[in-house]
């Protein structure tokens, strides 16, 4: 059972899947029960969800309901409850208390604990991938408000510079030693269990308690290109530690986003790139992989560090679309919220006028949203000459211990031929970098193979539809300046 949603009034069509379908039916009764805000730390920041649409992939979805989002907006102003209230809410809604049961029961024949499920999955969860987007932040209440004097924490490099509060110029650290930072995939309170104890910090009593600053690189990606696999490979005492997405740089994006002043912001983010770049071993260095939202600020971030290299580390077009493709619905919605956020950057400048983005199918939309971070890139390498490499996954794939040789030269690590074997050999290069899984190339070759099968007639015309679009505005398929030859 699906349902067809016309988006903007106009041709396209989108297609959801039952899930969708049942949360469109959930909607009339939503205003009647109260909405749990929720802490999304992929997004930047928190906020309640009826206000926020969801954020970031699911409200995605509900927008292009169009009048859904007026209808979830209606519940906003009643009382807020806690999470478990809302889940305990949902499980034992009655025929009495939801005069919407009888319906829902007689369409689709499911329990309501069925329609609780539904909730739960693709609700109530925050969601964590690279690429979450902004969201209003509402921070926590110190825990210990005499340990947010304590300047020896900053100082000390096992504090995480976590969180940033504009509203109270405050920065929240939370205690992440390197053996917690490698564990966890993202640096989000869903791997980081310190997170739900902050120590609260001055942002310039921060900024002034750090020593010294140690070497710091990037490696900003278009995502879902081995982006994980590659900072966890780096990750090597005495070489470098890295720091895959830490979500006080979506922070600033989310601010901004919401009109902060950029003057002000350029000053947090340059608080905030001292604070993360506080190595474990002194001159060892730091290489951040930020969330592929935060591109937008790559070039502020290279001109405040002018001894910082930078990869640009991307998969081909088809690799991408396929990948997008297989991801099912949340994939496809997660592209349009972040051409929604590339949009509010300004960086999309590929001739379409606004209303035309409507008119796009999912893939189409990934398309402009891999070629506009293709144009973002080919501007850095031509910007910061000698300091930005480009690098294609699929090198990085066949060629493990040339690219690792290569980016150790390029960040001036501390790497000798054994260490760069060791790095090459890395665990990272056997498992799935996000679940920690068995993977391993013949795995990823046929995922790929399935997914290019299934959506084959999709794939072929967008594929020559994005070439003509990138042709038209000049952008190429490969940015300049490669890592390998």
Not at 176 to 192: I, N, V
Not at 277 to 283: H, K, Q
Request: some cysteine; charged content about 20%.
């Amino acid at each position: 059972m699906r349902l067809r949603l016309r988006a903007g009034g106009g041709a396209a069509h989108h297609v959801l899947p039952r899930g969708a379908r049942i949360l469109r039916d959930l909607i009339p009764f939503l205003p009647r029960m109260a909405l749990a805000p929720r802490f999304d730390q992929r997004a930047g920041g928190c906020g309640p969800l009826a206000d926020l649409a969801f954020g970031g992939r699911r409200g995605a979805a509900l927008r292009r309901g169009g009048g859904l989002l007026r209808r979830l907006r209606a519940g906003h102003d009643q009382k807020r409850q806690t999470d478990d209230e809302m889940s305990h809410q949902c499980l034992t809604l009655t025929p009495d208390s939801n005069p919407y049961h009888d319906r829902f029961a007689a369409a689709y024949n499911r329990k309501l604990a069925d329609f609780a499920t539904v909730f739960r999955m693709a609700i109530l969860p925050p969601i964590c991938d690279p690429h979450a987007m902004s969201i209003p932040p509402r921070f926590p209440q110190p825990v210990d408000r005499a340990a947010a004097t304590d300047a020896a924490k900053t100082a000390d490099p096992r504090w995480l510079a976590h969180r940033y509060d504009p509203d109270h110029d405050a920065v929240h650290l939370i205690d992440a030693d390197r053996a917690a930072r490698a564990a966890a995939t993202f640096l989000t309170d869903e791997h980081l269990p310190s997170a739900t104890q902050p120590v609260i910090v001055s942002r310039k009593m921060a900024r002034d308690a750090v020593q010294r600053r140690d070497p710091v690189h990037f490696v900003f990606h278009s995502a879902y290109c081995c982006s994980t696999l590659l900072a966890q490979a780096l990750d090597h005492v005495g070489v470098a530690s890295t720091l895959k997405e830490p979500v006080i740089l979506n922070d600033l994006v989310g601010w901004r986003h919401r009109g902060g002043d950029p003057a002000y912001i350029g000053d947090v983010l340059d608080s905030a790139l001292t604070l993360l770049a506080r190595a474990y071993v002194p001159g060892e260095a730091v290489v951040i992989k930020p969330s592929n939202v935060v591109n937008a600020l790559a070039p502020a971030m290279l001109s405040m560090r002018p001894n910082a290299r930078a990869i640009l580390l991307y998969a081909p077009l088809p690799v991408y679309l396929t990948s997008i493709a297989r991801k099912g619905m949340w994939g496809r919605l997660w592209v349009r919220e972040l051409l929604a956020k590339q949009l509010a950057d300004g960086i999309v400048d590929l001739g379409f006028a606004p209303d035309d983005y409507l008119r796009l199918t999912d893939l189409q939309v990934a398309a402009v949203g891999w070629i506009v971070q293709a144009d973002l890139f080919a501007g850095l390498a031509t910007r910061f000459p000698g300091r930005v490499r480009s690098l294609q996954s699929e090198t990085l794939l066949a060629a493990p211990r040339q690219a690792l040789a290569a980016i150790c030269a390029l960040f001036g690590l501390s790497a000798d031929a054994a260490t760069i074997d060791a790095l090459a050999q890395s665990k990272a290069f056997g498992r799935n970098a996000k679940d920690g899984t068995a993977y391993q190339a013949a795995d990823r070759d046929r995922d790929r193979s399935d997914g290019a099968v299934l959506h084959a007639e999709e794939l072929d015309k967008v594929l020559a539809w994005a070439h003509a679009v990138a042709r038209n505005a000049g952008v190429a398929m490969d940015p300049p300046a490669p890592l390998l030859g």
